[in-house]
């Protein structure tokens, strides 16, 4: 398993100096018009978080800032970037380290071109939610995500990002260890790992759910690398495309029987180089592969199939998707009495048909636009 500096000692400084600090009543703050740059954004988050907390929001139109310097949050703070703004590190820079005291939420933003070879662009030692953010080309020798507390993403995008260190440079988009990981509604796109997890790489608690993997490399498990530290839920995730040089190009665990558990159900795994998936797994029914697989899936409704399945493309909804197409085993194959998620990744209904489809993706599903709307 890969050594990992410990973080404790760091960890209990940035919870006394959060805690030091969140003692004001809560403020908002706007970035613009007229300061729309890194200056601006400083100011306003330093106000808003020496308050206690608050909401960013932007009246910048659409907006590039330049991001030098790695900011710290110890209070209540979300980030709104109304879908119209992104910080670039310009290869240079961290964006975020949350402390341990801080609840943080970055909403309809895009993080791009961070670098931080010591560390990570957004490091989370608190509680964050990434809602509609959209990480693109950030690069650590580690992992671009380090997740030490509670981590939740959904209806994002991870695109682009890697952990470039042969031996330490696990999870190119998101490393969680020893933390809790949620993802939701998400998709993971051409990251890579220099070592393990080429999209996620977990010692700890994860689930994942109606969620894409594809393009991402790693030597293994160059979609979801779990360890025999922690345990892992995929539901509804389609797993097809990704490159491991050596074994479990889709997902591998690496705890045997007893000591960490990967349960996967309604999912397809397909197309992956060097085995769709290594390790010990646990089923939960109705998983779709197509070619070799070391996983032993037995449970209900797994089988070897023909899934033909769509390019990466806009099919509706917040994040690109891989839709199953016409003869796909996937379509209907989950009973509709088996169907524990009423939503797909796009948020749209489920079943459609005679069943749910396996996988991310209902074919056939209606978008729903009134849940969609109500987390703008």
Same mark, same amino acid.
């Given at each position: ?189 051409? %990251?890579?790992? $220099?070592?393990?997890? #080429?999209?996620?790489? &977990?010692? =700890?608690?994860?689930?994942? /759910?109606? *969620? @894409? ?58 197309? %992956?180089?060097? $085995?769709?998936?290594? #390790?010990?797994?646990? &089923?939960? =029914?109705?998983?779709?592969? /197509?070619? *070799? @697989? ?83």
């Amino acid at each position: 398993m890969p050594a990992y500096r410990n973080p404790m000692i760091h960890h209990l400084v940035l919870a006394t100096a959060g805690l030091l600090s969140g003692t004001a009543a809560a403020a908002d703050g706007v970035v613009g018009p007229g300061n729309c740059n890194e200056a601006g954004f400083d100011a306003v988050l330093a106000t808003v978080d020496g308050s206690g907390g608050g909401t960013i929001t932007f009246n910048c139109g659409a907006a590039t800032i330049a991001i030098s310097g790695r900011k710290q949050i110890a209070n209540r703070v979300t980030i709104d970037g109304g879908g119209t703004i992104t910080l670039d590190g310009g290869n240079g820079s961290a964006f975020i380290q949350v402390y341990a005291s801080a609840e943080v939420v970055l909403k309809r933003l895009t993080l791009a071109h961070g670098v931080f070879n010591a560390a990570h662009a957004l490091e989370n030692f608190g509680t964050l939610s990434l809602d509609r953010v959209r990480m693109l080309d950030n690069v650590s020798s580690e992992s671009p995500v380090m997740n030490y507390g509670s981590l939740s993403v959904r209806r994002s995008t991870f695109s682009g990002n890697a952990a470039t260190s042969a031996t330490l440079g696990d999870g190119g988009a998101i490393a969680n260890q020893g933390g809790e990981l949620r993802v939701m509604g998400s998709t993971f796109t051409g %990251n890579d790992a $220099g070592h393990h997890g #080429g999209a996620i790489f &977990s010692t =700890g608690s994860m689930t994942i /759910s109606n *969620s @894409t993997f594809t393009g991402n490399d790693a030597a293994a498990g160059a979609g979801v690398y779990q360890t025999d530290s922690g345990d892992a839920t995929l539901t509804h995730v389609t797993i097809v495309s990704n490159n491991a040089t050596q074994y479990g190009g889709g997902v591998y665990n690496e705890g045997s029987s007893g000591t960490s558990t990967l349960t996967i159900g309604r999912s397809i795994i397909s197309q %992956n180089t060097n $085995g769709n998936c290594d #390790g010990v797994l646990q &089923s939960a =029914g109705y998983n779709l592969w /197509s070619g *070799s @697989t070391n996983c032993a899936l037995s449970g209900p409704g797994d089988m070897q199939a023909s899934l033909p399945i769509g390019a990466l493309a806009n099919n509706g909804g917040p994040t690109s998707t891989m839709l199953p197409l016409a003869g796909s085993a996937a379509i209907n194959h989950v009973p509709n009495g088996q169907c524990v998620v009423p939503l797909d990744q796009r948020d749209a209904s489920r079943p459609s048909g005679a069943g749910c489809d396996s996988g991310a993706v209902e074919v056939g599903g209606v978008l729903d636009l009134i849940f969609f709307d109500a987390f703008d």
